[in-house]
């Protein structure tokens, strides 16, 4: 049974950074796509980055040149690297990985960010 847990989300004020970690357990996924969506109150959940398995990366425009997405294959962790957070990165953070049967998804992390 595939897993993925996350952590790093919280509170920060505007212009402040926030990392995210999602860790997958029940097989080695270094191939496997993984990522981030979120969600933010009463919209839909849109992809904000993603990561091949051989480290080819894409972003979200709103993110791009403010987050990096990143992999450790050894650990089977993927991290999101927040930098200059606005109040419109307000939302629940989604991992994911893609499998060939599915897609799995983390339990979901709030991070706030205060203006």
């Known amino acids: 049974q595939v897993q993925l847990v996350e952590s790093g989300g919280g509170l920060v004020q505007a212009g402040g950074s926030l990392r995210l970690s999602c860790a997958a357990s029940?097989?080695?996924?270094?191939?496997?796509?993984m990522g981030w969506y979120r969600q933010a109150p009463g919209k839909q959940r849109d992809l904000v980055a993603h990561?091949?398995?051989?480290?080819?990366?894409n972003y979200a425009d709103s993110v791009k040149g403010r987050f990096t997405i990143s992999r450790d294959n050894a650990k089977n962790t993927v991290y999101l690297q927040m930098n200059s957070l606005n109040a419109e990165d307000t939302a629940v953070y989604y991992c994911?990985?893609?499998?060939?049967?599915?897609?799995?998804w983390g339990q979901g992390t709030q991070v706030t960010v205060s203006s």
């Open positions: 994911f990985i893609n499998l060939p049967s599915t897609t799995y």
């Open positions: 990561i091949s398995g051989g480290g080819r990366t």
């Open positions: 029940g097989s080695s996924f270094s191939i496997n796509p």
